[in-house]
């Protein structure tokens, strides 16, 4: 079972670069998730979606851009890297329902030099 | 909002039940209470959830005490590879479509052989 598949695991960036983190689900869910998780700290929401064509804001959107084109896919966009962007970043996916639990990759760590 | 007290640290000897206590006292009526764990910077991995009524799955119980201002994840026979870092989480919202989780800190249970 693939279920969230992130990629790249790892990346270093220099400021002012952009780049692109994928996140493809398997499962057929709706509702997807981006989030970041800086050292010692829980996870903070950047970026969620409820289906094709749909995005909102999370807690943390600021530098970051996401598109839901196919309910399999929902990229995450860095325009301009900056130092306060290294973190590891959790793309997440569920099903529809109340109480459905999320899903999650892997991860991406990622480091702006 | 509601939000999640939990201890720093536990130590736990392998093979014995790790008892992992939430505090949770502003929690609403239609909250559930999730547990997550994350082991060595993976992503977290869903471990059960509840309302009102304790819960049982292949992985661990949850207690929840009557009045729902605290919960216990029991994990019956801890082996070496539940070492983790274990999150109590409350939803922020029980509408389907604004479905956010507000991660904290967690605890961190080490399993001593």
């Known amino acids: 079972n693939a279920g969230v598949t992130q990629t790249p695991k790892f990346r270093i960036l220099k400021i002012g670069q952009s780049m692109t983190l994928q996140c493809t689900q398997d499962m057929n869910h709706n509702y997807m998730y981006w989030y970041r998780q800086d050292p010692g700290m829980g996870l903070k929401l950047i970026y969620y979606?409820?289906?094709?064509?749909?995005?909102d804001k999370g807690e943390v959107p600021n530098g970051y851009n996401v598109s839901r084109s196919t309910t399999e896919d929902f990229p995450l966009r860095l325009e301009l890297a900056a130092p306060s962007q290294t973190s590891v970043y959790f793309c997440?996916?569920?099903?529809?329902?109340?109480?459905?639990?999320?899903?999650f990759g892997d991860g991406t760590r990622l480091s702006i030099l | 909002d509601a939000k999640t007290t939990q201890p720093p640290s536990m130590d736990c000897a392998e093979g014995r039940a790790a008892n992992l206590p939430c505090n949770h006292s502003?929690?609403?009526?239609?909250?559930?209470v999730y547990w997550y764990r994350q082991i060595h910077s993976q992503g977290p991995q869903y471990i059960i959830h509840?309302?009102?009524?304790?819960e049982t799955n292949e992985m661990a119980s949850l207690i929840i005490t009557e009045d729902r201002k605290s919960s216990t994840l029991i994990l019956p026979h801890a082996t070496l590879r539940d070492t983790a870092v274990y999150y109590c989480i409350v939803r922020a919202s029980f509408t389907d479509s604004n479905y956010q989780l507000i991660w904290g800190a967690g605890t961190k249970l080490i399993i001593k052989p």
């Open positions: 502003t929690i609403s009526g239609n909250e559930y």
């Open positions: 979606s409820v289906g094709a064509g749909i995005t």
């Open positions: 997440a996916s569920r099903s529809p329902g109340q109480s459905q639990p999320q899903h």
């Open positions: 509840g309302l009102k009524n304790n």
